[in-house]
């Protein structure tokens, strides 16, 4: 029994401090607009075309209805626009979760030759009229809710642990296995 109160200390602990960790990644917020964005352009080896069709493939692995998430698949231009939404959650003080919100995005990916640029942006809250997360960032509002930094934490895990990483991983170009003849 002692054995089991330890280890429970130990995950209660662990979990703390993974959240801490993922509290301290700072939004990206593009000093033009103001507006968070993700942007990056990443060299990968690859025609414009074969970066085209890996991104492809990537839709049809990361989005469930990747015809519906995509507006815009040119690969004569080397443009894919998304428009895509995901949900953000509210947890009590027992660890039960619960929806808090639908969050509507936008996504834009465009190939050259070895290279690739992604941009994630015009995140909105879906409410009955649309709401810009931005808002979020400002801590000195009167109606400032604590609960938002749960939210914009969970929107950047979203934004970088699932999306980017899922998309760069796909656009690296499969490696060849040559097999031996005999």
Not at 11 to 33: C, E, G, K, W, Y
Not at 111 to 121: L, Q
Request: charged share 30%; proline share 3%; net charge negative.
């Amino acid at each position: 029994m002692k054995a089991l109160n330890i280890l429970y200390i130990f995950l209660f602990f662990s979990l703390f401090s993974f959240a801490q960790d993922i509290r301290n990644i700072p939004m990206q917020v593009d000093q033009v607009t103001s507006l968070i964005t993700y942007q990056e352009v990443v060299e990968e080896k690859g025609s414009k075309d074969e970066l085209f069709n890996r991104c492809s493939s990537w839709l049809h692995t990361f989005y469930a209805n990747p015809w519906e998430a995509t507006k815009v698949r040119d690969q004569a231009t080397g443009l894919i626009r998304i428009q895509h939404q995901f949900r953000i959650y509210d947890y009590d003080e027992n660890g039960n979760r619960k929806e808090a919100g639908m969050i509507l995005y936008s996504a834009k990916i465009e190939f050259k030759e070895d290279r690739y640029r992604y941009v994630v942006d015009n995140f909105l809250l879906r409410q009955v009229s649309r709401y810009p997360i931005e808002k979020w960032l400002d801590k000195s509002q009167p109606d400032y809710d604590e609960k938002w930094q749960l939210y914009l934490d969970q929107i950047n895990a979203f934004v970088t642990d699932e999306l980017i990483r899922s998309l760069k991983d796909k656009m690296k170009p499969e490696e060849v296995i040559i097999e031996e003849e005999w």
